[in-house]
């Protein structure tokens, strides 16, 4: 396992997350992304935190993982769920344990909350990978199915 060290990002993060983001939406759904549009998404997020926050991981001082963490109110549980998005991890360092403590990290940081009640993430059905990972993490997948409609830009 890869001894990584965990922290919320920075603005000087910025680029690095950027360049994860345009990778991920390559490798996952064979989607190009803006560039322009995905920095400013990005940077957005960085400067409000209302929008979201992204964690990353560290190996050796560089940023090896990112992932950005979004909300959503719960009437049910009268409280905030966060939601995982975006989740990279070089090539070089999958298979690792990098991602597993990412998440334990954020983990932690929802279990100190007293606001917020969970973590759900959504994961494309194709991508098995992702699925065992998430799956060995303790998260189940047994209650929803996420529909969409997105715009085109």
Known sequence: MTTARYREARLSDADRIVEFQIAMAVETEQ??????VCTAGVAAVLRDEKLGR?????????????????????DWRNGMVWWIQSVYVLP????????????RYIQELAQRDDHVRGIRLYVDRRNAPAQHV????????????????????
């Open 134 to 153: 998430y799956t060995r993490l303790g998260m189940n997948g047994e209650h929803y199915q996420v529909f969409e409609w997105m715009k085109e830009f």
């Open 31 to 36: 989607i190009r992304l803006d560039r322009m």
């Open 92 to 103: 070089g360092e999958r298979k690792q344990g990098v991602y597993a403590g990412l998440y």
């Open 54 to 74: 992204y964690y990353v991981g560290e190996i050796d001082g560089e940023v090896a993982a990112s992932t950005l963490i979004t909300y959503e109110w719960s």
